[in-house]
């Protein structure tokens, strides 16, 4: 949660940043702001709204000086106000930060800090940093300054700050990503390496609990004790237009129709290392959130049905509660971020009872990628939107790849491409149940957490409720919510669960349902309102043809209710909170 971008060069930074937290605005929505060092000090400008709404006025573009730092905001401590927008200052104006994470103490340093005089003006965690900084500087030199303040905080941040008359950028990471951009004579400080890829594709991770000291020029990271990291730097392939629209109306339609290509990526990806970690497992825990966590339910079942392995899915935040790993347990994290707090948390828990761990993440030099004995690169590009799509199917090839090896996977693009060519259909019934108070969702086997990820995608950007069944359950008590008009989205392929399917539909029907089946069965036409066609395939390949028509009847719904995709309300992209 939480875009932080910092520039020190020979470019008008004001440009850099605002053009980078349009970039990072996926990380949270709901403020905007700068700060500029140049010889009148340290100037802010910021505000609660989108990027586009605060931040793009002449008065953030006529701020000079060649160094800064930007933020956009998903609050946590405080409301969404001005006030509690980033950047934050001291009393004497000598410092600006941002920060992204939670700083647990703050209440504690607060009161010391109100004790020796200090005015906020914020409800934030935030503010506190500032004022701790300026505490310290009244005795020590800038950076001894920045440092001995972080080492006073608990709880997680990445942190970029400027200090009035100092050429650096200073910054610290805790359990909150943060990279190291180097350019010629520039250097940049950002959550995600979308933000700098305009000006360079040089990156350093930078690891946990890591301090650094940026001019135009160089760079010094060292540990909390002082001692400098000489840590590897990374040239990253991805291309920037990649993190564009590229004529598309929003990201999320431009990312599902990516598929068609960012699959042929990911049926590529390195797995021989990976299938041994599993061959050689017998029980397997998959941790994972959100879409993700869909991913990991097609993997559980295709392990325990095709590899006859102990495989279980775990919801990533409640894994702690419920599992009881061992040095015996091979668990499989699946984040497409890299930096999801809830599964790195359970990852850590894992780790601590001697689990092994394999990670599947599409960014590389992520938070997961740190903790992992084995990493799968999904190699889907950068995903803007914060809804999951190309991602999603990204998993899903390389999760059929360690399955089934590269047999018949080839094909994959091709049925997400043919799969795209309804989409006129589809905009035809998004405008049919747009105005739907509840949507169901039903599928059996491996169409049941295509249904959830179909029930999610709509409810995540069009804030109609929607919730998916595994469609024998309906009768065992969700069929009372179905009456006359209520639509329900059936996922009927011609697989083991076809005749099944129709009895349930049959079900639906009798109780006056809307019934839109997502089938290649021809039959099926008479049984039910409408039908969204799919291309008949190998039975295990159905998710590939039913998930772009899910994703694009999510995309239209939102469209159609005024919302934008891409910027659902209360969400933000990477959630590093627990
Ligand atoms: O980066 P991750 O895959 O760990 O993210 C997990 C979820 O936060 C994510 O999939 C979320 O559910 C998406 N917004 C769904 O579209």
């Given at each position: 949660m939480c875009g932080i971008i910092g520039y020190i060069g020979f470019r008008k930074a004001s440009e850099v940043l605002l053009k980078a937290l349009k970039t990072l605005e996926y990380r949270g929505y709901d403020s905007a702001g700068i700060a500029i060092s140049n010889e009148n000090g340290i100037e802010i400008k910021k505000g609660a709204g989108k990027v586009d709404d605060v931040a793009t006025d002449l008065s953030f573009i006529s701020l000079d000086g060649k160094i800064g730092v930007g933020h956009s905001r998903w609050a946590t401590?405080?409301?969404?106000c001005n006030e509690n927008a980033h950047p934050h200052s001291n009393c004497s104006k000598n410092v600006a930060l941002v920060h992204n994470g939670v700083i647990e103490n703050y209440l504690e340093l607060k009161e010391e800090l109100l004790k020796k005089g200090h005015k906020f003006?914020?409800?934030?965690?935030?503010e506190t940093v500032a004022h701790l900084i300026e505490e310290n500087l009244k005795s020590m030199a800038a950076e001894k300054a920045f440092s001995e303040s972080i080492k006073r905080l608990e709880g997680s941040y990445s942190i970029v700050a400027i200090i009035k008359g100092e050429k650096r950028l200073f910054a610290a990471r805790r359990n909150s990503p943060l990279i190291l951009g180097i350019g010629e004579n520039e250097n940049f400080l950002a959550s995600d390496i979308p933000a700098v890829l305009p000006y360079t594709k040089k990156i350093i991770p930078i690891e946990e609990e890591m301090l650094v000291s940026v001019s135009d020029s160089e760079y010094k990271i060292m540990d909390f004790g002082g001692m400098q990291v000489n840590p590897k730097v990374l040239e990253v392939d991805w291309d920037s237009t990649v993190a564009e629209k590229g004529g598309f109306a929003h990201f999320m339609l431009k990312e599902i129709y990516d598929q068609r290509i960012s699959l042929k990526e990911s049926l590529s990806a390195k797995t021989e290392e990976a299938r041994k970690i599993l061959d050689s497992a017998q029980n397997i825990h998959l941790i994972a959130c959100g879409t993700s966590y869909h991913a990991s339910f097609v993997f559980a079942t295709l392990l325990e049905k095709e590899l006859k392995k102990n495989a279980k899915a775990f919801i990533a935040s409640d894994y702690q509660f419920v599992a009881n790993p061992s040095n015996e347990t091979v668990v499989i994290a699946l984040t497409q971020s890299g930096e999801t707090a809830d599964t790195i948390q359970a990852v850590k828990f894992a780790k601590s009872k001697g689990a092994k761990l394999l990670s599947l993440t599409n960014v590389v030099g992520s938070s997961i990628t740190r903790l992992s004995d084995s990493i799968v690169y999904l190699n889907a590009g950068p995903e803007v939107s914060v809804a999951a799509t190309k991602t999603f199917s990204s998993q899903l090839a390389v999760i059929y790849k360690l399955i089934y090896?590269?047999?018949?996977?080839?094909n994959i693009p091709e049925i997400i491409s043919n799969s795209l060519s309804q989409e006129q259909k589809i905009k035809e019934l998004a405008q049919k149940i747009k105005d739907s108070k509840s949507i169901f969702f039903l599928g059996r086997g491996l169409s049941y957490p295509i249904a959830m990820e179909g029930a999610l995608k709509l409810k995540e950007i069009s804030y109609i409720h929607a919730e998916a069944y595994p469609a024998g359950e309906l009768k065992h008590g969700p069929l009372s919510l179905i009456e006359e008009g209520v639509p329900v989205i059936a996922l009927a392929p011609s697989d083991e669960t076809k005749a099944k399917m129709l009895g349930n539909i049959k079900e639906v029907k009798a109780r006056g349902g809307f019934v839109i089946a997502l089938t290649d069965n021809p039959k099926l036409e008479k049984e039910v309102d409408a039908v969204i066609e799919i291309e008949k395939t190998r039975a295990e390949l159905y998710p590939f043809a039913m998930l772009p028509a899910l994703q694009l009847l999510a995309y239209y719904v939102s469209i159609f209710r005024g919302i934008d995709p891409d910027r659902p309300r209360n969400l933000a992209k990477s959630v590093t909170v627990e």
């Open positions: 401590h405080g409301r969404v003006e914020s409800e934030t965690d935030t090896g590269n047999s018949y996977l080839s």
